[in-house]
């Protein structure tokens, strides 16, 4: 869901769609019970949604007030934080990231600056194997890359934990056509945030919602389609080391 007020356009995908556009309809019911102009211009460019980590580590202050983070269903995690799982194609694709060579192989990335798909995966890369992604291709979206591999066009990806799980219901024809074979360090996801000028009594009753939306019918649902067990609510701080990585 989103335009206007409320922006939860990411892991959307028709599969996740009803399930967001519960919590946008009880967000959006939070403003307008608080007297907050939908129509009126905010710092974020929204009054409340999410946005990827990186884009909060690196917003000027007086952008976002933090709110809450979901929590991927993974044991290997802290809770709060995601990786992205190194993908090539389930017929004759690498056996190792390290196999990766950018003068035979191709990678693709959803967008340049994307964290998960392109700046952690270069990131870690370099620093796991001392390799280059080289000329990349350019999918537009995880669930693209995730297809571009299967088909053999490329021989690389990364994808963010979380998305992969969404593919798995979106697009599993596509996820039956790749590998896992590795995974990046993990970071925190994505972060529900408010806009900064909205008053603190709206944030608060914002973080409630959001937390308050486990107990609705809506949310086993997002659950099973985003592999996601719980939401949390981090120090904020926690996502500063991620700006470092898109250095």
Request: hydrophobic share 45%.
């Amino acid at each position: 869901m989103t335009g206007g007020a409320i922006k939860l356009d990411m892991y959307l995908a028709p599969p996740s769609e009803a399930a967001f556009a519960v919590l946008g309809k009880r967000m959006r019911a939070v403003l307008e019970e608080n007297g907050v102009d939908l129509d009126g211009a905010f710092a974020a460019g929204f009054a409340a949604g999410h946005v990827c980590g990186i884009t909060f580590a690196t917003a000027p202050e007086g952008r976002y007030r933090y709110l809450a983070t979901m929590v991927a269903d993974s044991p290997e995690l802290p809770a709060g934080y995601y990786d992205s799982l190194l993908v090539t194609s389930a017929r004759g694709g690498l056996s190792s990231p390290a196999d990766f060579d950018p003068a035979r192989h191709r990678a693709v990335i959803n967008e340049p600056g994307s964290f998960s798909g392109n700046l952690t995966f270069a990131a870690h890369m370099q620093a796991a194997h001392g390799i280059s992604l080289g000329e990349v291709m350019r999918s537009g979206a995880h669930l693209k890359s995730i297809a571009i591999v299967a088909s053999g066009e490329a021989d690389l990806a990364a994808i963010d934990r979380i998305s992969f799980s969404l593919a798995r219901q979106a697009v599993p024809q596509d996820v039956d056509g790749v590998s896992v074979i590795g995974r990046t360090a993990s970071h925190p996801g994505i972060a529900f945030v408010a806009d900064a000028g909205l008053p603190d009594p709206v944030v608060r009753k914002l973080r409630a919602t959001i937390m308050e939306f486990r107990d609705d019918p809506a949310w086993p649902e997002l659950q099973a389609i985003l592999g996601v067990a719980d939401i949390t609510v981090l120090d904020p701080q926690n996502y500063a080391p991620m700006a470092s990585v898109a250095a």
